[in-house]
């Protein structure tokens, strides 16, 4: 559980989410509460600033504090404090809570029923300008007088909130809403991890089956991103591996067939000279040597395959003139052509490229596709081999105006032992290994062999070789 792909999307997605979202809350809660501190500390120093303003304004006006406690107790409602005015010797002349009035009152005085006066009091002395100046004075102004004292306490007498607890508050609903964005965005993830690996696992069930032989595994993916191109490139290769598996049954079961006739044949007749049902003369002899052939030719031609699929064939190649090959070809196959009453003719242009190629490989895939070709013609049919320079290569074609391949066989025209018509026997259908060892010639060459073909009218066998430079 702990390695699993889904449990570290998950992990990996709740680290970014809480990293993201804690450094946001962090970085807002302090902005924010610094930013009500300030404001709080403005508002309150402007408020107590209106406070004094209208004092002094009231007692230059009057000469007294008589008449002051309506206003005091006005302002300590108005502004949430505890406002308490005193005189010069500290006798309470104002208080918004009315509970001193005429008491002498000093903050540092023990015994008051008075709340303790914060240390951000305010204790604010009041002076007339000289010359009738509206501006207070400094207490040290040698021309002025002491008309009070004024302590306004910071404390909340009305239940309002300060700017402290505020920024605590905003800090609470701050940490709250980070908790409940966590909570969501890891349910979110939770479900995002469930989706991302659910097909990862798909995948990894499949493979496993896979590997246990099931080749008809497949994985239907609908994603149509990295997901389900990984899902494509699955099901292909899971496609190959079980068309591949199926090749080398049929292969094996191709190769048991073919050397079971000869091997049978071989015995028959050993058997039949044993018993004495027929002498061991000239006519025999040539019989056993005609099948011993066939399963030698038949053995050449798997282990040439198999090293040609397995890029261990070797090549001498050199630069050689097509045109020389192509004749030398189509000379070993006039005689076969006459018998089956096939026209075979070449079609050559002149000045062709010498091309780099093993003569020897290159003229068994001729022989090869003009065994082909000539096989599959009727007689008065014709046959014929030309050679065309495209870039640096060069494409000898073998047409023929044969019976012509079915378009749904045309896929399978090159795998071993695949024969069109599963009727023929090997005198007219060969062990049906011709046209691969063609292909894998030609693929070892570095060109390509292609076939195109139409039922009634014949068929066109093309392959590549490469241009000497």
């Known amino acids: ?133 509206n501006l207070p004075r400094a207490p040290s102004s040698p021309e002025g007088i002491t008309p009070g004292i004024l302590y306004i306490n910071p404390q909340s007498s009305a239940g309002l909130p300060s700017p ?64 389900g191109e990984l899902a494509q490139a699955f099901n292909s290769m899971a496609g190959n591996l079980e068309r591949a598996e199926k090749l080398q049954r049929n292969m094996v079961a191709d190769v048991a067939h073919e050397l079971r006739t000869p091997l ?33 030719r038949l053995v050449d031609d798997l282990q040439e395959l198999s090293l040609a699929e397995a890029g261990a064939l070797k090549l001498d190649c050199q630069k050689e003139d097509i045109s020389d090959v192509i004749k030398q070809s189509v000379d070993t196959k006039k005689a076969q052509a006459i018998v089956k009453g096939v026209a075979l003719s070449i079609n050559l242009p002149e000045n062709l490229p010498l091309v780099d190629i093993d003569s020897h490989r290159i ?33 000898v074609s073998i047409i023929d105006t044969g019976e012509g391949i079915p378009a749904e066989e045309l896929g399978n025209i090159f795998e071993r032992f695949y024969r069109v018509d599963k009727s023929r026997t090997r005198s007219t259908g060969g062990y049906g290994l011709g046209l691969t060892i063609a292909r894998r010639l030609v693929e070892a060459h570095g060109g390509r062999i292609e076939v195109q073909s139409e039922v009634g ?13």
């Open 1 to 133: 559980m702990l390695h699993s792909f889904r449990f570290r999307l998950l992990v990996a997605f709740a680290i970014v989410v809480l990293v993201a979202v804690g450094a946001v809350s962090f970085f807002v809660s302090r902005t924010t509460g610094g930013e009500i501190q300030q404001f709080g500390e403005r508002s309150e120093q402007m408020r107590f600033s209106r406070v004094e303003f209208e004092l002094y304004r009231y007692y230059r006006a009057r000469g007294s504090w008589e008449g002051i406690q309506p206003s005091v107790e006005q302002w300590g409602n108005l502004y949430g404090h505890r406002i308490i005015l005193t005189d010069a010797n500290g006798k309470v002349v104002a208080d918004s809570d009315g509970k001193l009035l005429g008491q002498q009152y000093s903050s540092s005085v023990p015994g008051k029923r008075l709340p303790p006066i914060s240390e951000g009091s305010a204790a604010l002395r009041l002076f007339p300008g000289p010359g009738g100046s």
């Open 164 to 227: 402290a607890s505020l920024s605590q508050s905003v800090s609470r609903f701050l940490l709250w809403g980070a908790l409940m964005a966590v909570a969501i965005a890891l349910l979110f993830t939770f479900f995002l991890s469930r989706r991302i690996s659910a097909p990862v696992k798909a995948l990894v069930f499949a493979t496993r089956q896979l590997g246990q032989g099931d080749l008809s595994r497949r994985v239907m993916l609908k994603d149509r991103g990295e997901m």
């Open 264 to 296: 049978s044949n071989i015995r028959g007749y050993l058997e039949a000279i044993r018993d004495g049902v027929v002498k061991p003369d000239v006519e025999a002899i040539r019989s056993l040597d005609e099948e011993a052939a066939l399963l030698s």
């Open 363 to 395: 003229k068994q895939v001729l022989g090869n596709l003009l065994d082909n070709a000539i096989a599959h013609t009727e007689n008065g049919g014709s046959v014929v081999v030309s050679a065309d320079k495209q870039d640096n290569r060069v494409m």
């Open 457 to 469: 009218k014949g068929s066109r066998f093309s392959f590549t070789v490469p241009a000497q430079t």
